[in-house]
């Protein structure tokens, strides 16, 4: 079957620590993005990469890392330094340019403790 | 900063259309106006989008008015599957790529 995976659903971390997450996708797809969650709020963007070895901040990037070495990953890293870890964390791919079809792993769940 | 505005939450009864309002008053001459759904803890589903005419798929109906201030979305026949929270998006541009701006939705409840 095609599409986004993301894991684990539920990541528990101590404050301090770096957590990675990670989104693999079989689409084919250029561009991955990666977005947080609040409860009750919408999407905010943190990086989005339109092909391998490119990435770019997007509105809420402090704090997060990521890489795109392979067209099929696009792993986040969660730092110490982001103030405020716990969130739902969702990863989406799309394929071109010009649509903004973007299709959405199940998400991953990050509770820092 | 998010360029919609929806009701946060809407109740409808199975079997009847739920039409969804979205105002976006300060859309500009190229933004796409996008709908999303997300079933709870899941990630969102793509719907339909539009820029100028009136759109129809599988899904959903997408009517922009005429000045592109505000558009709804008709769910023809609502089902208890359609419970989810619905997501009115404007896509900008910024420097040479695009960018989805996430309000925060209508919680759309169908009701038996």
């Known amino acids: 079957d095609g599409g986004i995976t993301q894991s684990p659903k539920y990541l528990f971390r101590k404050e301090g620590q770096n957590v990675t997450l990670s989104c693999e996708q079989n689409?084919?797809?250029?561009?991955m993005y990666w977005y947080r969650q609040d409860p009750g709020q919408g999407l905010r963007l943190i990086y989005y990469?339109?092909?391998?070895?490119?990435?770019q901040k997007g509105d809420i990037a402090e704090g997060y890392s990521v890489s795109r070495e392979k067209k099929e990953s696009f792993p986040l890293t969660v730092t110490s330094a982001q103030k405020n870890p716990t969130a739902f964390y969702l990863c989406?791919?799309?394929?071109?340019?010009?649509?903004?079809?973007?299709?959405f792993g199940p998400g991953t769940r990050l509770t820092v403790l | 900063d998010a360029k919609t505005t929806q009701p946060p939450s809407m109740d409808c009864a199975e079997g009847r259309a739920a039409n969804l309002p979205c105002n976006h008053s300060?859309?500009?001459?190229?933004?796409?106006v996008y709908w999303y759904r997300q079933i709870h803890s899941q990630g969102p589903q793509y719907i339909i989008h539009?820029?100028?005419?009136?759109e129809t798929n599988e899904m959903a109906s997408l009517i922009i008015t005429e000045d592109r201030k505000s558009s709804t979305l008709i769910l023809p026949h609502a089902t208890l599957r359609d419970t989810a929270v619905y997501y009115c998006?404007?896509?900008?541009?910024?420097?040479?790529?695009?960018?989805?701006?996430w309000g925060a939705g209508t919680k759309l409840i169908i009701k038996p």
């Open positions: 998006i404007v896509r900008v541009e910024r420097g040479s790529n695009y960018q989805l701006i």
């Open positions: 539009g820029l100028k005419n009136n």
């Open positions: 989406a791919s799309k394929w071109g340019a010009h649509t903004d079809t973007q299709y």
């Open positions: 990469s339109q092909i391998v070895n490119d990435f």
């Open positions: 300060t859309i500009s001459g190229n933004e796409y």
């Open positions: 689409l084919n797809h250029d561009a």
